[in-house]
């Protein structure tokens, strides 16, 4: 959408910023993201062991 308005505005010098600032935000998150789905595993897993261990 930012790319669209700035398009109209006749701004056409953002869309490589737009564009830029979009990887970035993926390069970034991405290890986050990974690491997130990798620390809810572990906790999931322990929660389920102390269940088991428990019963």
């Not at 790319?3 to 979009?22: E, G, S, Y």
């Not at 990974?34 to 428990?54: H, N, P, Y």
């Amino acid at each position: 959408m930012a790319i669209f308005i700035a398009t109209i505005n006749k701004q056409a010098k953002l869309v490589p910023v737009i564009v830029a600032l979009l990887i970035v935000r993926i390069v970034v998150e991405l290890p986050y993201s990974v690491w997130m789905k990798r620390k809810v595993a572990q906790s999931l897993a322990q929660t389920i062991e102390l269940l088991v261990v428990s019963s």
